[in-house]
């Protein structure tokens, strides 16, 4: 019963992360691209401080700052893995962001679970070698992608945007698994938003992005939805799932992002991808459930 739930949850926050690049493409419309991600993250930072609030009136009866970082060493991981974190994601959501004013919300759901099949691959530069059904994935994330960009020369600015958002978001993943396994994950996320809330925000007052009171208030149902949404709730369903879930599991269960992504732009922004890009997402997807295949052990033989 607890894994069913857990999938329960897990699919109800790919389905907020779905949903989320619609909202992330209507609020292109108003906002710049820094200046939404700082807004989507100081709205992740308060909901998150609520999620933490709750979490340790049910468990500690008491509120704490740090909760489980008792000792000076343990603050200090838990600070350097919010700051690294922190800095990661802000590139990987202006990058994505970037992307959304140019291609659709479908592509850029499709375009960003890349990262699923590029983290393996990246893995050679920690000296884990992929396997041939890894380069088997990868050669068919590319063909996937050739498909839905309708070829090389046709990939505009928004799409290799995009492209750099996963390669991004693979570095996310690597650094998170540096880290998740020793701090509090929820407030490793609350101080990795914080830490992109000011770095977006010092970026978009640099890059002289316009902030227009008006353009702000017509923007915030959007990154509201993606602050409270896709940051705190979809990210406490992915701790609590993740905690009855076998990993690859939970990781084909997350690679429906980009299938409800698709979706969401069809159903509130009338999107729609032709025959070619809808077989490139197929391949895409299959690049992706490949990519997570369990890998069968060697067998031992026996000696005498």
């Known amino acids: 019963m607890k894994k069913f739930w857990g999938s329960v949850a897990m699919i109800t926050a790919t389905v907020l992360w779905g949903i989320a690049f619609s909202a992330q493409s209507r609020g292109m419309d108003f906002v710049e691209p820094m200046l939404f991600t700082a807004l989507r993250s100081a709205t992740g930072v308060t909901a998150l401080i609520a999620v933490i609030m709750i979490f340790d009136l049910c468990r500690e009866k008491r509120l704490t700052f740090w909760g489980a970082a008792k000792t000076p060493e343990a603050r200090k991981e838990l600070l350097a893995g919010g700051w690294w974190c922190g800095v990661v994601i802000t590139f990987a959501s202006i990058a994505q962001q970037a992307g959304l004013k140019y291609t659709t919300a479908g592509k850029t759901g499709f375009l960003t679970a890349l990262y699923i099949v590029i983290v393996p691959v990246m893995g050679v530069f920690l000296r884990r070698k992929p396997t041939a059904v890894m380069w088997l994935a990868v050669v068919l994330a590319m063909g996937g992608t050739y498909l839905l960009c309708g070829g090389i020369t046709s990939i505009n600015r928004g799409e290799w945007f995009v492209i750099l958002c996963a390669f991004i978001y693979s570095l996310h993943i690597l650094v998170i698994d540096r880290y998740a396994g020793k701090c509090d994950c929820v407030r490793l996320s609350c101080i990795q ?74 159903i509130f922004l009338k999107e729609h991808l032709n025959g070619i890009e809808l077989c490139g997402c197929a391949v895409i997807f299959l690049a992706v459930l490949i990519s997570q295949l369990p890998l069968p052990e060697k067998k031992r033989i026996s000696e005498g």
């Open 193 to 266: 938003f914080a830490v992109a809330f000011v770095l977006a925000l010092l970026m978009s007052l640099l890059c002289r992005e316009p902030w227009e009171h008006a353009a702000v208030k017509s923007a915030m149902p959007f990154w509201l939805f993606c602050g409270i949404g896709s940051s705190a709730i979809a990210f406490t369903l992915q701790m609590v799932s993740q905690k009855y879930l076998h990993p690859v599991t939970a990781t084909l269960l997350m690679s429906l992002e980009s299938v409800f992504a698709v979706l969401g732009g069809w």
